[in-house]
């Protein structure tokens, strides 16, 4: 759990001796300070004089930082949930998965490290999920609204520090929203023009599809054609020879009713012949 220096300074026992504005005011407070060492003995502090040597963070430690500032946890968190959301909903698209994944990682030891409300933590998490949800199941905007809500509260709530750098302010949660709403809304139209879209594949795709005799059709009798790739009995009110191209005018189970290529006829009317 993180603390501010008030609350560390306050605790019971304390958790530090004492806070100072700057590294002067440091200094001054801690010159003739007694401190117990560890092994039990004391010592005065004599800071007159004192060198400052600043110490810079290396890279690893920068990039630490970086990744453990709340906005930029959230945004991997946000990041990491649609990541994998559009992985499962789309198999095999690899990429989003994996930055999904690393993304989720990172986002948890940031969380680790902040101090973190759990209840807003899992507003937040609902909220995506609800949002998730609205991709799935298309409730024409009710899950993405209380999505949206969850999310607010949860943002809000995030961070249990009265810090202000540490706050998200409402401009970076109203970007947030935005951006989710704009990807929930893409998918979801994704999802729905193919949901509405006409079958193209199986046997009701093959209806209009051209193909090429392998084995002559006699009237009334049948032969094979391959179209697609694939190998179907098939039908002809006139005979066909080898190698001539003809086109899927009927379906009936695995047999196909075909057409000479250069026929007028259309699969309409040779529905409507056999009726």
């Given at each position: 759990?993180?603390?501010?220096e008030?609350?560390?300074?306050?605790a019971?026992?304390?958790?530090?001796?004492l806070?100072?504005?700057?590294?002067?005011?440091?200094?001054?407070?801690?010159?003739?300070?007694?401190?117990?060492?560890?092994?039990?003995?004391t010592?005065?502090?004599?800071?007159?004089?004192?060198?400052?040597?600043?110490?810079?963070?290396?890279?690893r430690?920068?990039?630490?930082s970086?990744i453990a500032?709340?906005?930029?946890?959230?945004l991997?968190?946000?990041?990491?949930t649609?990541g994998?959301?559009?992985?499962?909903?789309?198999?095999g698209?690899?990429?989003?998965?994996?930055?999904?994944?690393?993304?989720?990682?990172?986002?948890?030891?940031?969380?680790?490290?902040?101090?973190?409300n759990y209840?807003g933590?899992?507003?937040?998490?609902?909220?995506l999920?609800?949002l998730?949800?609205?991709?799935?199941?298309?409730?024409f905007g009710?899950?993405?609204?209380?999505?949206a809500?969850?999310m607010?509260?949860?943002?809000?709530?995030?961070?249990?520090?009265p810090?202000?750098?540490l706050?998200?302010?409402?401009?970076f949660?109203?970007?947030i929203?935005?951006?989710?709403?704009t990807?929930?809304?893409?998918?979801?139209?994704l999802?729905?023009r193919?949901?509405?879209?006409?079958?193209?594949?199986?046997?009701?795709?093959m209806?209009?599809?051209f193909?090429e005799?392998?084995?002559?059709i006699?009237?009334?009798?049948?032969g094979?054609v391959?179209?697609?790739?694939?190998?179907?009995?098939?039908?002809?009110?006139?005979?066909?020879?080898?190698g001539?191209?003809v086109?899927v005018?009927?379906?009936d189970g695995?047999?196909?009713?075909?057409?000479p290529e250069?026929?007028p006829?259309?699969?309409?009317?040779?529905?409507?012949?056999d009726?």
């Amino acid at each position: 759990e993180s603390f501010t220096e008030v609350e560390a300074l306050n605790a019971v026992p304390p958790l530090i001796d004492l806070v100072a504005s700057d590294i002067n005011q440091l200094l001054e407070t801690l010159n003739q300070r007694t401190v117990t060492r560890w092994d039990g003995t004391t010592e005065i502090l004599n800071m007159d004089g004192a060198l400052v040597e600043h110490i810079d963070m290396n890279w690893r430690q920068r990039l630490l930082s970086a990744i453990a500032h709340p906005q930029i946890a959230v945004l991997l968190f946000s990041l990491g949930t649609l990541g994998l959301t559009i992985e499962l909903w789309s198999p095999g698209a690899i990429l989003p998965g994996i930055v999904g994944g690393l993304s989720l990682l990172l986002a948890f030891f940031a969380f680790q490290i902040l101090p973190v409300n759990y209840v807003g933590l899992l507003l937040v998490l609902f909220g995506l999920l609800l949002l998730v949800f609205e991709i799935i199941t298309t409730s024409f905007g009710a899950l993405a609204l209380g999505g949206a809500i969850s999310m607010v509260l949860g943002l809000v709530m995030l961070i249990d520090s009265p810090a202000p750098e540490l706050q998200l302010g409402w401009a970076f949660i109203l970007a947030i929203l935005g951006a989710l709403a704009t990807v929930v809304m893409l998918l979801t139209r994704l999802g729905l023009r193919a949901q509405f879209r006409s079958a193209v594949t199986g046997s009701a795709g093959m209806l209009g599809e051209f193909g090429e005799v392998i084995d002559a059709i006699a009237p009334g009798g049948s032969g094979r054609v391959t179209t697609h790739g694939e190998i179907w009995l098939a039908t002809a009110r006139q005979p066909i020879s080898v190698g001539e191209r003809v086109r899927v005018v009927k379906i009936d189970g695995m047999t196909l009713t075909v057409l000479p290529e250069a026929s007028p006829g259309h699969a309409e009317k040779e529905s409507s012949h056999d009726t």
